[in-house]
């Protein structure tokens, strides 16, 4: 499989894209349009070890809805990424078996050469 789960408003996002310029076989998934459905979110936390290094807190709604002051269990963050899109740390990019989370510099540089860049 090689698709990137992004948000098409974030001008990060685009500039990653760019950055990856991902071939036609890649495809390509607004969350914001499609979120990621369970069976996905499910491998690619098999991959990355927790369903908390999939979960942005720094979304607004992270302290929105308090939170910021709970203990999330790894039911609570699949929960919240499942029903609502900004819980996601973005983008996602999976290349075949390697899987790439977030916009640090690192994980861009990594995904970029995983792609051939």
């Avoid at 974030?10 to 390509?28: A, D, F, M, Y």
């Avoid at 369970?38 to 936390?45: F, N, P, R, V």
């Avoid at 929105?64 to 699949?78: A, F, P, S, V």
């Amino acid at each position: 499989m090689k698709k990137i789960f992004h948000l098409s408003s974030c001008s990060t996002n685009q500039r990653i894209l760019k950055e990856i310029n991902p071939g036609k076989e890649v495809e390509l998934q607004d969350i914001k349009e499609q979120n990621i459905d369970a069976k996905t979110l499910d491998w690619i936390k098999e991959k990355v070890g927790s369903y908390e290094v999939l979960f942005s807190k720094r979304a607004m709604k992270y302290r929105g809805l308090g939170l910021d002051k709970m203990n999330l269990t790894e039911d609570d963050y699949r929960k919240y990424m499942l029903e609502e899109y900004t819980f996601l740390k973005r983008p996602f990019i999976i290349n075949n078996d390697e899987v790439f989370i977030g916009n640090t510099k690192k994980e861009v540089e990594a995904a970029v050469r995983s792609f051939g860049g």
